[in-house]
């Protein structure tokens, strides 16, 4: 079954940037657009990029999306951390057998 | 703003019904496909089910097939979950979400609602 990998946690200081992967277990990760979306504490997923790089409005740019054809994988990147990122981040894709998957989520802590 | 809205969830006992709802606000809801994900107690996100702007086109996760069904009616700009036959396993916050492009479906999302809790339980 095709599963997007995420690391289970991530930390870093405040101010400091820290980067979010998320690989496909199969084929191309530039085959089908990834969107990141970012769940705080008792709250609602939010999306913070989507088709790889797109910010929603509102989202700050702190926040960038990217895809790495050398190491097939989408990043999430946060620049300048804040106490208020700290949050759990999914990433998710498309695939033609099941359409919508999601990564199993990343916790970040910012300490 | 957009706004999504959800109702309907609640206790149900095993093998009932429930029907979920999802206002919509903000936007031309006629214009954009529209998802339902869910999220068990602790546990990561999980897609369910999308249908097309227009209604003609819906898809589903394997873990729900042939027991839910997703539609809208787009002259009250809402969208709905039928849930049969529901399994504990079923239990989980439901969110409806946006498809991001509009009249094509895109299987990715830029607005969420704030969920409703459905619990299956004896």
């Known amino acids: 079954n095709f599963m997007l990998t995420q690391p289970h946690s991530v930390s870093e200081s405040p101010g400091k940037t820290v980067t979010i992967s998320c690989t496909p277990s199969?084929?191309?990760?530039?085959?089908?657009?990834v969107q990141w979306f970012q769940q705080r504490p008792g709250s609602a997923p939010t999306t913070v990029i989507y088709?790889?790089?797109?910010?929603p409005s509102g989202v700050p740019d702190r926040f960038s999306g990217s895809i790495d054809t050398s190491s097939n994988s989408a990043s999430l990147t946060i620049s300048g951390l804040k106490t208020e990122d700290e949050a759990y981040y999914y990433c998710?894709?498309?695939?033609?057998?099941?359409?919508?998957?999601f990564g199993g989520g990343t916790k970040l802590t910012v300490l | 703003q957009v706004q999504l809205v959800e109702s309907g969830g609640g206790v149900v006992q095993p093998g009932r019904s429930l029907r979920l709802s999802c206002i919509a606000s903000?936007?031309?809801?006629?214009?954009?496909?529209m998802h339902w994900v869910r999220q068990a107690p602790g546990k990561g996100l999980e897609w369910v089910a999308v249908?097309?702007?227009?209604?003609?086109?819906?898809y589903y996760a394997d873990s729900v097939k042939g027991r839910f069904t997703i539609s809208r009616d787009n002259s009250k700009n809402t969208l709905y979950l039928q849930m049969n036959s529901l399994r504990p396993e079923d239990s989980a916050v439901y969110y409806c979400?946006?498809?991001?492009?509009?009249?094509?479906?895109?299987?990715?999302?830029?607005?969420w609602g704030q969920g409703t809790l459905v619990t299956v339980s004896s």
């Open positions: 088709e790889d790089t797109q910010r």
């Open positions: 998710q894709s498309y695939n033609n057998d099941i359409y919508v998957v």
């Open positions: 979400a946006r498809d991001y492009f509009p009249r094509l479906l895109r299987f990715g999302f830029d607005y």
């Open positions: 903000g936007f031309t809801f006629n214009s954009n496909g």
């Open positions: 199969s084929g191309s990760i530039a085959s089908n657009y």
């Open positions: 249908i097309s702007y227009d209604g003609n086109y819906k």
